[in-house]
């Protein structure tokens, strides 16, 4: 697995990179999500991460538990993930 950090670039970048190499987008910025709504960018997959309070490695710990318990649903699909429930939504 691969995961590219891009904490600086702009949004177009990342979500040109996620489709580019067929990557499932991670991220806490609700852009992204509205980015694949609203202009209509073929992303694999968005998942936000809404965990305030939350240390990194407690976010990383919520992120595995729901990959391994979504498994193939993330792609073609926005998923919202809250310390107590996850929203999904399909992509356009």
């Keep these: 697995m691969v995961i590219a950090a891009m904490p600086a ?7 040109k990179l996620a489709i580019a190499d067929a990557r ?15 202009d209509g960018h073929r992303l694999p997959g968005v998942i936000r991460l809404v965990l305030p309070g939350c240390r990194p490695a407690e976010k ?5 538990e729901v990959l391994a318990s ?21 992509l356009p």
Excluded: N, Y
């Design 9 to 15: 670039a702009p949004d177009d970048d990342v979500v």
């Design 70 to 90: 979504e498994g193939g649903s993330v792609l073609g699909h926005a998923l919202v993930v809250e310390t107590d429930r996850i929203r999904s939504r399909a």
């Design 24 to 38: 499932v987008l991670v991220t806490e910025d609700k852009d992204f999500g509205e980015l694949a709504f609203r």
């Design 60 to 64: 990383a710990v919520r992120l595995c």
